[in-house]
């Protein structure tokens, strides 16, 4: 089984509908989760970190962690064509923010206007 | 917003050749690493750095590759003989401390090109 599960997509939404992208994960000992927006040619960029279980909420991001299903989700909500990029889930182990971090595959997304 | 900077962005190297890709962290930061990642495929680990020492490499990280820090503001991976399988995307981060809540952040990449 794979450490980090991420269906690659692609993703096809028209402007300002609600997206969901998930990834689900094996290794009990991921505590911390992340979510990383790529454009093309671009190096990850950090859009959500969060800690164990729970929600949290940046604008029009929310990010969902349940540890007991080892899910993680990302919510866009009244996407926009500037979204439009892949989305990459990653984790890593308690301690330290120096722990290596664990990828998904990415998710593409396409926001039509 | 400081950034992590990475050069060159694009490099066509023939195999067998070897390769040098350079970063410069965020001034701060104390953590580095280099991420790899070939072409369809997910982003992966190669190796952390703290305190002029490696802290962690991957299984992928072989005798061929090696991490410097020559100055306080560059950090450096070679690829002392390339092969065909090296063409990726490679990624530099850095982070600020170990402390819990700090992100790793990226920079823009070096897409290698191995003929």
């Known amino acids: 089984q794979k450490e980090v599960e991420q269906d690659p997509g692609p993703l096809s939404v028209p402007e300002g509908a609600i997206v969901s992208l998930n990834c689900t994960y094996s290794?009990?000992?991921?505590?911390?989760f992340m979510w990383y927006r790529q454009y093309s040619r671009k190096g990850p960029e950090l859009l959500m970190y969060t800690y164990s279980s729970g929600n949290k909420e940046d604008g029009r991001f929310t990010a969902q962690v349940d540890k007991s299903s080892k899910y993680i989700s990302l919510f866009i909500r009244d996407s926009q064509p500037s979204d439009s990029a892949t989305y990459l889930c990653?984790?890593?182990?308690?301690?330290?923010?120096?722990?290596?971090?664990?990828f998904g595959k990415g998710t593409l997304l396409t926001v039509n206007p | 917003e400081p950034e992590v900077t990475q050069t060159p962005s694009h490099q066509v190297t023939q195999m067998g050749q070897e390769v040098i890709l350079r970063c410069v962290p965020i001034s701060n930061h104390l953590y580095f690493y280099w991420y790899r990642q070939i072409l369809g495929q997910k982003v992966e680990f190669l190796v952390s750095f703290y305190n002029n020492e490696i802290s962690e490499k991957s299984e992928i990280f072989d005798d061929q590759f090696s991490v410097e820090r020559p100055d306080g503001s560059n950090f450096t991976l070679k690829i002392r003989s390339t092969k065909l399988e090296d063409s990726a995307m490679y990624f530099c981060?850095?982070?600020?401390?170990?402390?819990?809540?700090?992100?790793?952040?990226f920079g823009d990449g070096t897409r290698l090109s191995i003929l």
């Open positions: 990653a984790m890593r182990n308690s301690g330290g923010s120096n722990y290596k971090l664990t």
């Open positions: 290794n009990s000992a991921f505590q911390y």
């Open positions: 981060a850095s982070v600020a401390t170990s402390s819990s809540n700090q992100p790793q952040h």
